[in-house]
């Protein structure tokens, strides 16, 4: 008897293009609007996706309610760092918007941190998760020991944020794929891993400073990639997208 292997290649594809975030970096919303276009005719295959500053400033939080009405799983980049009752409040409305992803800075600390914890459960089951970002992937070792002035590697600065934002009750950390096996170790309970910096094979670099490929940022235990450039500014993005779910596929089975 001949076994279809097509119910399982369609539950990988399923599986690998959830971790997939795509960064919607536009001016405004018609440039977001033109490029989701894109995926209309792949039913049921909304891409995750983020809306960072550019964006969110551009069209506000109502575009951001109408993309969940629509079914797009949304990452909110807004990293919030400001005293912790300023957060709170942030996280508060928020989580009225019904996203799924929010950061915020670890760098903020862990008063910050526990106060959006606290306004994010307020929402109860269909509360945000909130990510705390470590050290940017724009950051490189000169910078963080020579510019900002903080000693160490920038492991371990990532490593340190990581264990602070575990202990604040935050969901996870944004970092490099480079840093993501280890802050699997260092931290216990499923703490998401969630990882921009993301270049395919031959993808110009651009601002990044700590980069993978799909495949290397999986096989080091990333939970999530988030993908911009070298996706929205391809000759076809959704191919390019379509790479990388394949990519991330292969990188799982070897
Ligand atoms: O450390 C960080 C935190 C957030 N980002 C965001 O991810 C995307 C990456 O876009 P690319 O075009 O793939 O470089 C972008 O929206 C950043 O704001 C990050 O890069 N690094």
Redesign the pocket.
């Known amino acids: 008897m001949k076994i279809s292997k097509a119910p399982m290649e369609k539950e990988n594809q399923e599986t690998a293009r959830q971790r997939v975030i795509v960064?919607l970096?536009f001016p405004g919303k018609e440039p977001a609007e033109a490029f989701l276009e894109r995926w209309k005719d792949r039913e049921g295959a909304k891409p995750f996706v983020?809306v960072?500053m550019q964006l969110f400033y551009a069209t506000g939080p109502s575009w951001v309610v109408s993309l969940k009405e629509r079914g797009f799983p949304v990452f909110l980049?807004l990293k919030l760092h400001d005293i912790p009752n300023t957060v709170k409040g942030a996280v508060q409305s928020i989580s009225r918007l019904g996203v799924d992803l929010v950061t915020l800075h670890a760098g903020g600390g862990s008063r910050m941190m526990e106060s959006a914890r606290e306004a994010a459960e307020q929402a109860g089951e269909k509360r945000p998760r909130l990510l705390a970002?470590t050290q940017?992937?724009?950051t490189d070792q000169r910078m963080l020991n020579e510019e900002i002035g903080i000693p160490g590697t920038v492991k371990e600065s990532v490593l340190r944020y990581a264990r602070l934002a575990q202990a604040s009750g935050v969901d996870g950390v944004?970092c490099s794929g480079e840093e993501a096996g280890e802050i699997k170790q260092a931290t216990s309970g499923g703490f998401l891993t969630v990882t921009?910096?993301?270049r395919p094979k031959g993808a110009a670099v651009?601002d990044?400073k700590r980069v993978m490929t799909p495949a290397q940022a999986i096989a080091n235990g990333a939970d999530y990639l988030?993908?911009?450039?070298?996706v929205t500014q391809a000759p076809d993005p959704v191919s390019a997208y379509q790479a990388i779910i394949q990519e991330i596929i292969e990188a799982e089975v070897e």
Not at 226 to 230: I, L
């Open positions: 960064a970096d983020k960072g980049d970002v940017l992937t724009s944004v921009p910096g993301i651009g990044q988030v993908v911009g450039r070298p």
